[in-house]
């Protein structure tokens, strides 16, 4: 699976937006662009995902560079409850059924201030 | 909003014995897979199941671990002989399609290894 680089640590406050940066220079055609968060002593939680186009959900959106070698999660304005670790995987659609896995990083650990 | 239980929350278990962690994944969902964090790492994918069978599984996943869907709703991890080194969170989760869909995760059973 082609590789992602995140900051290992972020910052915001209450009510601001946030903007977690990911790169994956060498993501292929194929590769979908997932994120997902953990929050403290949780599973994993989907958040959004897409392959070319920006896309919104109610969670958040993500912003896909032209060249897909990276993204961005935006949170439009950060809770309290948004403190988690923001994780950034590639899934690549061309595996077919043997490609299910999520492959996770350190992720970013999020820290939201009030 | 469908949940993945998993049950036991918390178990402790003497090295050498068998444990078999719970879980009842979201019952529209084909794709079923079991993740584990060890305390402070990161998540790792464990193996991946899907129409009766494992379709994919890690390094980790060696002879000592096993999957299996004994009825229409749950979906259970044994590990035959346990290890100090198995203590960790494993987390269960499903999802409907492969690279395109979202993992729905469980909150997780804690393994405790005494």
């Known amino acids: 699976d082609a590789k992602t680089t995140q900051p290992n640590s972020m910052e915001s406050n209450e009510e601001e937006p946030v903007h977690l940066p990911c790169n994956h220079s060498?993501?292929?055609?194929?590769?979908?662009i997932h994120w997902y968060r953990q929050l403290p002593s949780q599973g994993p939680e989907y958040v959004i995902h897409?392959?070319?186009s920006n896309v919104n959900n109610r969670m958040a959106s993500l912003a896909i560079a032209e060249d897909r070698k990276s993204s961005t999660l935006i949170l439009h304005r950060a809770t309290l409850r948004d403190a988690a670790v923001y994780y950034c995987?590639?899934?690549?659609?061309?595996?077919?059924?043997?490609?299910?896995?999520?492959?996770f990083g350190k992720g970013t650990t999020l820290s939201v201030s009030s | 909003e469908p949940e993945v239980t998993q049950t036991p929350s918390h178990q402790v278990t003497q090295m050498g014995q068998e444990v078999i962690l719970r879980c009842v994944p979201i019952?529209?969902?084909?794709?079923f897979y079991w993740y584990r964090q060890i305390l402070g790492q990161k998540v790792e994918f464990l193996v991946s199941?899907?129409?009766?069978?494992?379709?994919?599984k890690s390094e980790i996943f060696d002879d000592q671990f096993s999957v299996e869907r004994p009825d229409g709703s749950n979906f259970t991890l044994k590990i035959r002989s346990t290890k100090l080194e198995d203590s960790a969170m494993y987390f269960c989760?499903?999802?409907?399609?492969?690279?395109?869909?979202?993992?729905?995760f469980g909150s997780g059973t804690r393994l405790t290894v005494v």
């Open positions: 989760a499903s999802s409907i399609l492969q690279a395109t869909s979202a993992h729905t």
């Open positions: 060498t993501i292929s055609g194929t590769d979908y």
């Open positions: 897409g392959l070319t």
């Open positions: 995987i590639l899934r690549d659609l061309k595996r077919g059924q043997a490609g299910t896995a999520l492959i």
């Open positions: 019952s529209n969902h084909l794709y």
């Open positions: 199941f899907y129409n009766n069978e494992i379709s994919e």
